[in-house]
Nanobody, 126 residues
């Protein structure tokens, strides 16, 4: 069982930055791939980024490539999403999610996960 709690959301002006954190419980967290997904009002949830169990591989949606960076610290059971050059279209509820994938690199965005956090709101004003 893994419990995920997101934090770090808020309101920022276009061009600004935010860092989201996803804190996990569970002794086997380092065996999970983790992703960030977002859902804007009236839109379907979309994957944004994913990171492998070790942090050795990552993958990004084209819409955030070069602006967002996903990273993890397994000693702290935490995954981060650094978001720079934010745009109004980045406004959404951001979720972190975990999928059991030990010793497997991430080669694409993951869309099916085992555990989900409750989400954190990110609002980017123009």
């Amino acid at each position: 069982q893994v419990q995920l709690v997101e934090s770090g959301g808020g309101m920022v002006q276009a061009g600004g930055s935010l860092r989201l954190s996803c804190s996990a419980s569970g002794r086997t967290f380092s065996s999970y791939a983790v992703g960030w997904l977002r859902q804007a009002p009236g839109k379907e949830r979309e994957p944004v980024a994913a990171i492998s169990w070790s942090g050795g591989s990552t993958y990004y949606a084209d819409s955030v490539k070069g602006r967002f960076t996903i990273s993890r610290d397994n000693a702290k059971n935490t995954v981060y999403l650094q978001m720079n050059s934010l745009k109004p279209e980045d406004t959404a509820v951001y979720y972190c999610a975990a999928k059991w994938l030990p010793a497997v690199p991430v080669r694409a965005l993951i869309t099916s996960y085992d555990y989900w956090g409750q989400g954190t709101q990110v609002t980017v004003s123009s």
